[in-house]
């Protein structure tokens, strides 16, 4: 049987934008680079101090060889700020430029703002460019906003939070992202306001060479409630870029926040991201990732139960293709009683594709009664693609309980004759075979991020065929 | 009138030959049983008109109302009507059976030119559902994932009956039904004969045919047909096996042992 060629569907992010830019910074990373970008954001001096201090974490670190090929990464080549023009930053879409609020447009962001969001921040190369808030949450005290805002408007805010959740000492990456970091946004929650709608930001880079590294700031208070959503793509440029954020969630006592990340970056993107939450008392933190796109993608969301009765839940999708190396995965401690957790974690490799899960649970001693389960399967679709698992787990409590599930699977030619011998021609037998895989995932995630999600992969995934 | 054709069909795996020259009609509203001893290419033969892409057809043809089958693939010989229960349907695990049939009767509707045929669907799924004597959850259950032998069974049949085949091949539909399921599989066949399916039924068993009440019987040995009659022949061999029918007939016969 000819086996048709299958790959995610990118054309609808294929698009370039001439851009006006009003500062660019000269390629390359040296102090005063760093220097440069908190003068041109008119800083406060602690925030630049963090910076000096994390770029010779940045020097002193090598670049990590224990997962995927990073050697394209060329430091000196790479633009680590560029400023789009923009007078400043727009409440509605009516005030934002023509050629960037077009960009949105044809990914869909305002509609979607329109249709299903609270509150939506877009940006633009380094910075954001748009942010909106629903009036009622924000005189219910929630904030909103890109974080160069926050820094002006909820200095002290900022400073409790920012770098307590992942220091910069954590990797080469989260060291690189606290020199140049830029954008992103917070999301401020008060004590006991429950936020239905999801709020989104979406980031979008435009040319080769470019550096995105936004900072996300999650402070949900007791008993509060959000869910976050995060869109992240780039047309597809010969030169290496490279996307190093962070994002830090508090879950407040008994607070619940969701998190959902879909990248569908272009193949030249090396995507190295430090993700943590921590989750205090009764708090629930649940983490969603779906990573179609990128040449390079390393992340391992991490949540550190602390507070007793504590939970997290981890779902992970990854896409790899020709070119395209996923190495993820899910990182849990387990730190005091009670404590639950679960990861879930599915791979498909195709066209040569790797992708690799790498996990680590910790349960501490005294987390009593902890429990977690992990899951990682694993598809394979063809003969040149590769997947590996490499699951640490460390058990030091003995009340805890701990599950562990790993399988590979194929598509068997039998699956695909079965599903022809129906009507289905070959790659609708394939889509259906591979959402099938995904179901148990899909199935999980609440009901607002499934009905994205399953637009999502029926839109990257329209080349194998429309299932429905 | 719907009419499938096998002339002269040869067809190998691996090299090896197991088809040695089928002849067979089957016209509309027929049902034809081949019966056979392990090995003699039964299975092969239903795979074989499907277009199972392992074999290899080495000469002869299949034509469906005329029109040569084997150069379609399976999905175009479904679209044109025939339909294979299979002796063992795989899993497809997270793939709900109403998800899958929606998917497979629309890309079947879709070749006839009806247009929009999905609002009818629910409605067809539940009465199918129904008359193969399964509970109305089936249908939310992933395809053959962890169904037993008799549910998977009465579901290609539900299958067979939501898609409406011109032509439909059943390959030891009645292996692992109790005698309850085989009364309900036989008379969801019989129903859909009457509305013009011709049927091949590949069994091992008198019983199912006791039900079905098959035109013609076949016996096929080593990749041939050798024998046709009427359903009286399957009783001539429930008595005398197919060793005694065929020293009857003058042909020797030893049973392959190392096939199930």
Same mark, same amino acid.
């Given at each position: ?13 294929? !698009?370039?934008? %001439? ?17 440069? &970008? ?16 994390? !770029? ?31 007078? %400043? ?6 005030? @934002? ?26 940006? !633009?190369?380094?910075?954001? @460019? ?31 939070? !920012? ?82 954020? @962070? ?15 879909? *990248? ?79 990861? @879930?974690?599915?791979? &498909? ?65 039998? *699956? ?53 | ?40 290419? =039964? ?48 899993? #497809?695990?997270? +793939? ?11 890309? #079947? ?22 008359? +193969?004597?399964? $509970? ?20 290609? +049949? ?19 039904? $109790? ?67 065929? =020293? ?7 049973? $392959?042992?190392? =096939?199930?």
């Amino acid at each position: 049987m000819e086996r048709a060629v299958m790959d995610v569907d990118r054309s609808r992010y294929e !698009f370039k934008t %001439k851009e006006k830019l009003s500062v660019k910074l000269e390629e390359g990373l040296t102090e005063k680079t760093v220097r440069d &970008i908190s003068a041109l954001k008119k800083e406060p001096v602690w925030m630049l101090e963090l910076r000096l201090k994390s !770029f010779q974490e940045f020097l002193r670190r090598p670049v990590p060889t224990w997962g995927a090929d990073l050697k394209g990464i060329n430091f000196g080549e790479i633009a680590y700020y560029a400023n789009p023009s923009i007078e %400043k930053k727009a409440r509605s879409w009516d005030d @934002v430029p023509a050629e960037i609020k077009e960009t949105f447009e044809k990914l869909g962001v305002p509609q979607a703002e329109r249709q299903y969001l609270a509150g939506s921040i877009a940006q !633009f190369k380094s910075e954001g @460019v748009y942010y909106n808030l629903r009036k009622d949450l924000e005189e219910k005290g929630v904030i909103f906003t890109d974080m160069d805002t926050a820094l002006k408007e909820h200095e002290e805010l900022v400073k409790k939070h !920012f770098m307590r959740a992942v220091p910069c000492t954590d990797n080469k990456f989260a060291a690189l992202h606290y020199s140049v970091w830029s954008g992103g946004s917070m999301l401020y929650v008060p004590k006991g306001v429950r936020i239905d709608l999801p709020l989104q930001n979406y980031f979008r880079m435009n040319s080769g060479r470019e550096g995105m590294f936004e900072h996300t700031l999650i402070v949900v208070e007791d008993d509060a409630r959000a869910r976050y959503f995060e869109g992240c793509s780039a047309p597809r440029y010969e030169e290496a870029s490279v996307h190093s954020a @962070v994002i830090e969630v508090f879950v407040g006592e008994n607070a619940d926040v969701g998190y959902t990340s879909v *990248q569908n970056w272009s193949k030249n993107i090396f995507n190295c991201n430090t993700k943590r939450s921590l989750v205090n008392k009764g708090g629930k933190m649940t983490w969603i990732d779906g990573s179609l796109g990128s040449r390079v993608t390393m992340l391992y969301p991490m949540s550190i139960l602390r507070g007793e009765g504590a939970s997290t839940s981890n779902y992970n999708m990854t896409f790899s293709s020709e070119g395209s190396w996923k190495d993820t995965g899910a990182k849990v401690i387990h730190a005091a009683p009670n404590t639950t957790s679960k990861v @879930v974690a599915k791979s &498909i490799s195709m066209n040569g594709g790797v992708a690799a899960y790498r996990g680590l649970l910790r349960i501490n001693h005294g987390a009593k009664n902890a429990k977690s389960h992990v899951q990682c399967d694993a598809l394979i679709l063809d003969d040149i693609s590769r997947t590996d698992t490499y699951p640490h787990n460390e058990i030091y409590e003995p009340t805890a309980s701990f599950g562990h599930e790993a399988s590979v699977g194929r598509i068997s030619d039998e *699956q695909i004759f079965y599903l022809m011998s129906r009507g289905l021609n070959e790659s609708e037998a394939k889509s259906m075979v591979v959402l099938g895989f995904l179901d148990d995932v899909l199935k999980e995630i609440p009901m607002e991020y499934a009905i994205e999600f399953n637009r999502l992969i029926k839109l990257e995934f329209s080349k194998l065929g429309a299932v429905g | 009138m719907a009419l499938l054709e096998i002339r002269d069909l040869h067809a190998a795996v691996e090299g090896k030959e197991i088809l040695k020259g089928v002849n067979l009609t089957v016209k509309t509203g027929e049902i034809h049983s081949i019966m056979g001893p392990n090995g003699s290419g =039964k299975s092969t033969l239903a795979s074989v008109i499907m277009g199972h892409p392992k074999y290899k057809v080495t000469k002869g043809e299949v034509l469906l109302d005329g029109e040569n089958v084997l150069a379609m693939l399976p999905d175009e010989r479904a679209r044109k009507g025939l339909f294979l229960a299979f002796q063992n349907p795989v899993e #497809v695990p997270g +793939v709900s059976v109403t998800k899958f049939l929606y998917n497979a009767y629309s890309a #079947v509707h879709k070749s006839e030119g009806t247009g929009k045929t999905s609002a009818a669907f629910p409605e067809i799924l539940r009465q199918s559902v129904s008359a +193969v004597g399964l $509970d109305e959850s089936f249908a939310k259950r992933q395809l053959n994932a962890g169904f037993s032998g008799g549910e998977k069974k009465r579901g290609e +049949v539900l299958q067979m009956q939501v898609l409406k085949p011109k032509i439909s091949i059943l390959d030891e539909i009645d292996s692992g039904l $109790d005698i309850d399921a085989l009364k309900a599989v036989s008379i969801s066949l019989k129903a859909q004969q009457a509305k013009g399916t011709g049927m091949l039924v590949i069994t091992h068993y008198q019983r199912i045919l006791k039900h079905l009440n098959p035109d013609f019987v076949h016996v096929m040995v080593d990749g041939r047909i050798v024998k046709s009659g009427g359903h009286e022949l399957a009783a001539d061999l429930e008595n005398s096996g197919y060793a005694g029918l065929l =020293k009857g007939m003058g042909i020797s016969f030893v049973e $392959d042992s190392g =096939k199930i």
